[in-house]
């Protein structure tokens, strides 16, 4: 199928992308990398009357460090997070996690902003979010606010994102010295959604767990964050019966969807498979 006609509009600053989407109101959908957006048009499944291209906007792009945060635009693509010495210096698990999307072809066109604002649950930088405590610059008609990963996905395609925003920017605390990340995914092929996969930071202190978070992909209307698994491992060693009961916990909170990647008990038990394989890795980067 085809798209049904619209018009292109391309903005040339962020106050005028604004202005034009809340001039346009409910027939206006933004444009980033396209990879979401446009196959929805092509199915008919998005009908937008108008699109507004935010590639121009080059104060939505770059990666830097400022005060105890990592800024990085919304318009950055997937191979500049990859490519950038800042992140793989001091938060590879989002150099990790983007080298697993998909192929070259959709990593330099696809953005950081454009892979969370979707609310795909099946987008690989949510869990990466909540596993990194990181916030979202919204920005919209009445001023920007700044609102945290932890609580933004409300459900398949929901976000807090209200209309008329545009996100702007992400913010990252800079992970301490000596934290250990990883992001495990398992797909049936280069270039697919995850049938499960779990990030996780892990920081220890005199031999016990002191923080640790874990997110979870694919398994549930959202990126999800476990909670319980989190909790049972503070203040303990990680060896292999820790690993195990929160790999249990973990499962636990799925709600995943049959479907061709796998029924729910196959789906669940991978989700644990991957928390499990993410916790022993993260592990073995971290300081001692």
């Not at 590879?92 to 999307?101: K, N």
């Not at 250990?180 to 697919?192: M, P, Q, V």
């Not at 049972?232 to 636990?252: N, T, V």
């Not at 789906?267 to 928390?275: H, L, R, S, V």
């Amino acid at each position: 199928m085809i798209p049904r006609p619209f018009e292109y509009h391309v903005p040339r600053t962020l106050p005028e992308a604004i202005a034009l989407l809340g001039e346009l109101g409910d027939e206006a959908k933004l444009l980033a990398g396209g990879h979401s957006l446009l196959p929805m048009m092509k199915l008919r499944f998005a009908e937008p009357g108008h699109l507004i291209d935010l590639g121009k906007l080059s104060e939505l792009k770059g990666i830097r460090e400022v005060a105890s945060e990592i800024c990085i635009g919304a318009m950055t693509t997937e191979n500049e997070l990859i490519w950038s010495t800042l992140l793989q210096a001091k938060c590879p698990l989002i150099v990790e996690g983007a080298r697993q999307i998909s192929d070259p072809q959709v990593r330099y066109r696809g953005t950081l902003g454009g892979d969370i604002s979707h609310g795909d649950p099946g987008n690989d930088h949510p869990a990466l979010m909540l596993a990194l405590d990181a916030s979202f610059v919204l920005a919209g008609g009445q001023g920007k606010r700044v609102v945290p990963a932890d609580g933004f996905f409300l459900g398949t395609y929901m976000t807090l994102l209200e209309p008329g925003e545009i996100m702007t920017e992400i913010r990252i605390p800079v992970p301490q010295a000596g934290t250990g990340s990883c992001y495990a995914k398992l797909k049936r092929k280069t270039g697919d959604f995850a049938t499960a996969a779990a990030a996780v930071t892990l920081r220890m202190s005199n031999g016990a767990v002191s923080d640790v978070r874990i997110a979870l992909t694919n398994v549930a209307p959202t990126a999800l964050r476990a909670a319980a698994a989190e909790q049972s491992l503070l203040g303990k060693p990680l060896d292999e019966a820790a690993i195990a009961e929160a790999a249990r916990l973990a499962m636990d909170v799925c709600e995943p969807v049959a479907d061709l990647r796998g029924d729910i008990e196959y789906k669940t038990a991978m989700a644990g498979e991957m928390t499990r394989r993410a916790l022993t890795t993260a592990y073995s980067r971290a300081a001692h």
